[in-house]
């Protein structure tokens, strides 16, 4: 019976720690990492706080699994596949994730605080710039699927496109959860008219197979 019990009790225990690591990484968009307390979090799991500490004995230990959990939520590959649009072509996704931009996303405002927490935190800083390499990475691997594709000229650097695209996604993230102006926001059609003629720009003028 007890061997027959033992994945049972390893599943629940997982369960668990799921729901502890999702609940500490919603306190942590709500309340930043300082605001952040254990017993909110162990409420919010629907555990006791002596439930969290024989697996996370430090605040510190949860709050870098939390933004860990976050950050693996914002990597391109997960998101596509979210999202449903993994198999499109390479523009199409690059046209979407334009459009994308401008609108509010709850899982991109994590950034926020990430980029905040970071600065005076030396585990959250290893965590961002791990993921900032991943997403580069990712990145990277679209960017050159692209080429493959003959929607991106090959004489191109990968590493300039992939930065470009990386810098504006998060700047531009950035600038407008800060509170910029309306009136310096173009619509929606602009803006995507606009990086859509960017990259079209950056296409080869004789596709490769002609």
Same mark, same amino acid.
């Given at each position: 019976?007890?061997?027959?019990?033992?994945?049972?009790?390893? %599943?629940?225990?997982?369960?668990?720690?799921?729901?502890?690591?999702?609940?500490?990484?919603?306190?942590?968009?709500?309340?930043?990492?300082?605001?952040?307390?254990?017993?909110?979090?162990?409420?919010?799991?629907?555990?006791?706080? %002596?439930?969290?500490?024989?697996?996370?004995?430090?605040?510190?230990?949860?709050?870098?699994?939390?933004?860990?959990?976050?950050?693996?939520?914002?990597?391109?590959?997960?998101?596509?596949?979210?999202?449903?649009?993994?198999?499109?072509?390479?523009?199409?996704?690059?046209?979407?994730?334009?459009?994308?931009?401008?609108?509010?996303?709850?899982?991109?405002?994590?950034?926020?605080?990430?980029?905040?927490?970071?600065?005076?935190?030396?585990?959250?800083?290893?965590?961002?710039?791990?993921?900032?390499?991943?997403?580069?990475?990712?990145?990277?691997?679209?960017?050159?699927?692209?080429?493959?594709?003959?929607?991106?000229?090959?004489?191109?650097?990968?590493?300039?496109?992939?930065?470009?695209?990386?810098?504006?996604?998060? %700047?531009?993230?950035?600038?407008?959860?800060?509170?910029?102006?309306?009136?310096?926001?173009?619509?929606?059609?602009?803006?995507?008219?606009?990086?859509?003629?960017?990259?079209?720009?950056?296409?080869?003028?004789?596709?490769?197979?002609?």
């Amino acid at each position: 019976m007890a061997a027959s019990g033992e994945p049972r009790r390893r %599943g629940d225990s997982e369960l668990t720690a799921r729901r502890v690591v999702e609940a500490a990484a919603a306190e942590f968009i709500e309340r930043g990492y300082d605001g952040a307390v254990i017993s909110d979090i162990a409420r919010r799991a629907g555990v006791t706080p %002596g439930a969290i500490y024989p697996r996370w004995p430090h605040k510190s230990d949860l709050m870098a699994a939390a933004v860990e959990h976050l950050l693996e939520q914002l990597l391109p590959e997960r998101r596509l596949q979210n999202l449903g649009i993994a198999e499109l072509t390479a523009p199409e996704i690059l046209e979407l994730w334009a459009a994308s931009l401008l609108t509010s996303d709850a899982v991109r405002d994590v950034l926020n605080q990430v980029f905040g927490s970071a600065r005076s935190n030396p585990a959250i800083q290893q965590l961002l710039q791990r993921f900032l390499d991943e997403q580069a990475d990712q990145m990277r691997a679209l960017v050159e699927r692209a080429a493959d594709e003959g929607a991106l000229d090959v004489e191109h650097d990968a590493a300039s496109v992939t930065l470009m695209i990386q810098a504006t996604g998060i %700047g531009l993230h950035l600038v407008l959860s800060a509170g910029l102006a309306d009136r310096h926001i173009p619509s929606g059609q602009d803006w995507v008219a606009w990086l859509t003629h960017v990259i079209a720009s950056a296409a080869p003028e004789t596709p490769p197979d002609q």
